[in-house]
């Protein structure tokens, strides 16, 4: 028997960056996203003789061993399983391939062995892969909040994608994978980084302020808030030593001219992950004038535009 499950990445408009616990993938603070329809990721699950995952048709190699071991930490017994996943998006290039990939992974693994688990406990298995896939188990406004304990540290919805309807206009400053991986870089953040203890008391009140802007449907408020967190973020990476220079030139100019349409006027802002891609959340009516702004950019090499999505489903195989 073969399940398909499709999942979405999802981008953090309150950031989290660093794990408290290695071992169970903690993440040292909470978090808040919007999940993205369009960028998708399938992954079929099916028993087999031995071990496989193939990534976009390819060997997964080291990643293979990641999801394995991932999956033997959390599961008491399981077959050996051939699992086949594939992106329509670029991997590894700051996208949150990682999110809908295991997200994705979580619900086809969870049908197939008929494990029976809710929500919750989906989004708890899918965080234990990557931090920011316990996020991609819902659709729409997603919060992560810090429990006592690993099992408690669990994402839920605020609110689907029809109830708030953002676009996001996403410029590709770089193809291909990032130069250092989200988790090592966490790590050096953690580890040697003077703001990171400050980064990391503040995140609380920015996920109240965000969830009152969500809630009252307040774009400037929430706009204000969100790019306070990347940018708060990413000074936490650049005083990492040695430094993590996720921007590039084209990423920086892509910033300043969403901040040059917003004071004529337009309703968007900025965010950015561990990665060069700049996302520009906006409303509706804003996104064609931000869209023909950023494709004259130099060093934009691809734009996307995406609406809100759902949360990680059962698909036919």
């Not at 790019?227 to 936490?236: I, Q």
């Not at 702004?293 to 195989?317: F, K």
Request: charged letters at 20%; one cysteine or more.
């Amino acid at each position: 028997m073969q399940i398909c499950a499709r999942a979405h990445p999802n981008i953090a408009l309150i950031k989290y960056w660093g794990k408290s616990d290695l071992a169970t993938n903690l993440p040292s603070a909470g978090s808040l996203s919007v999940t993205l329809d369009t960028f998708t990721t399938e992954t079929t699950v099916e028993e087999a003789a031995s071990d496989q995952l193939l990534l976009n048709g390819e060997p997964g190699g080291g990643q293979a061993d990641r999801v394995f071991r991932w999956l033997d930490a959390c599961l008491t017994q399981r077959p050996p399983l051939h699992i086949d996943t594939r992106n329509n998006f670029p991997t590894a290039a700051g996208l949150a391939s990682s999110a809908s990939g295991f997200a994705a992974l979580a619900v086809a693994v969870d049908a197939l062995l008929e494990l029976g688990m809710s929500d919750a406990q989906l989004s708890v298995l899918a965080r234990r892969g990557s931090g920011s896939a316990a996020r991609s188990i819902f659709g729409g406004f997603v919060r992560l909040d810090l429990g006592t304990d690993s099992n408690s540290t669990v994402a839920a919805p605020l609110l689907d994608a029809a109830q708030w309807p953002l676009e996001v206009v996403i410029a590709v400053t770089q193809s291909g994978p990032k130069e250092t991986s989200s988790g090592e870089g966490m790590e050096r953040s953690r580890k040697t980084s003077p703001l990171y203890q400050a980064w990391t008391e503040c995140v609380a009140a920015d996920l109240e302020t965000a969830r009152a802007a969500i809630e009252q449907r307040d774009f400037a408020a929430l706009a204000a808030v969100s790019e306070a967190s990347f940018l708060a973020m990413h000074a936490v990476m650049i005083s990492s030593r040695p430094g993590l220079l996720y921007m590039k030139p084209a990423s920086l100019a892509a910033i300043q001219r969403v901040r040059e349409l917003r004071r004529d006027g337009l309703a968007a802002f900025c965010t950015m992950d561990a990665g060069p891609q700049v996302k520009v959340i906006c409303l509706p009516e804003s996104a064609d004038d931000v869209a023909a702004a950023l494709r004259e950019l130099p060093g934009v090499v691809e734009l996307h535009r995406v609406g809100l999505g759902r949360g990680a489903h059962l698909v036919p195989a």
